[in-house]
T-cell receptor
Framework: DAKTTQPPSMDCAEGRAANLPCNHSTISGNEYVYWYRQIHSQGPQYIIH???NNETNEMASLIITEDRKSSTLILPHATLRDTAVYYC?????????????FGTGTRLKVLA | GAVVSQHPSRVICKSGTSVKIECRSLDFQATTMFWYRQFPKQSLMLMAT?????????EQGVEKDKFLINHASLTLSTLTVTSAHPEDSSFYIC???????????FGDGTRLSIL
């Protein structure tokens, strides 16, 4: 089972910040939070990941709460091309490696 | 960097045909690759973990004789859907992670349609 829960859908006005929440209340101390997005009929695209500190790159910012039970992905100035399904993932350790179990994700629609 | 290439991007074939899908890591070596399946309007479902030089590890409910996985080199894993039927029609996606710790990178997927 996925270790994360996300709202099924969100709308955001073009040019505004899109804040996508994720709950991961069972996360362990050394597990990272990963964010991906999937645009229709393509493979998921990596966005950002973090452990406990806030992270920022050219695509987005990731805010992780102090207790690490939830996080928020921030797209600072959403564009129409950011319309996609966004997945928050905490990987699961198994047989010497780690695997991703995808939840249902958040379908973000950026409105003109 | 960290590019994963999948081929073919689309396959249409008759029921009973076996179909092979390739997943390549173009600029890094991957001892582990992953295969997912995605039905319309649903999330990705992990099918199996492909291990270089050894047997794949299949998720519960995935038939290993139906979905044959071969990971013969550090840059190539193949998924063969044997004797495909219309219910096997789906979007198949692979991913791989560079040997150093970091995120998985995904291919662009293969849309399989069985008539």
């Amino acid at each position: 089972d996925a270790k994360t829960t996300q709202p099924p859908s969100m709308d955001c006005a073009e040019g505004r910040a899109a804040n996508l929440p994720c709950n991961h209340s069972t996360i362990s101390g050394n597990e990272y939070v990963y964010w991906y997005r999937q645009i229709h009929s393509q493979g998921p695209q990596y966005i950002i990941h973090g452990l406990k500190n806030n992270e920022t790159n050219e695509m987005a910012s990731l805010i992780i709460t102090e207790d690490r039970k939830s996080s928020t992905l921030i797209l600072p100035h959403a564009t129409l091309r950011d319309t996609a399904v966004y997945y928050c993932i905490v990987r699961v350790a198994t047989s010497g490696t780690y695997k991703y179990i995808f939840g249902t994700g958040t379908r973000l629609k950026v409105l003109a | 960097g960290a590019v994963v290439s999948q081929h073919p991007s689309r396959v249409i074939c008759k029921s009973g045909t076996s179909v092979k899908i390739e997943c390549r890591s173009l600029d890094f070596q991957a001892t582990t690759m992953f295969w997912y399946r995605q039905f319309p309007k649903q999330s990705l479902m992990l099918m199996a973990t492909s291990n270089e030089g050894s047997k794949a590890t299949y998720e519960q409910g995935v038939e290993k004789d139906k979905f044959l996985i071969n990971h013969a080199s550090l840059t190539l894993s193949t998924l063969t859907v044997t004797s495909a039927h219309p219910e096997d029609s789906s979007f198949y996606i692979c991913s791989a992670r560079p040997r150093a710790a970091g995120p998985q990178h995904f291919g662009d997927g293969t849309r399989l349609s069985i008539l």
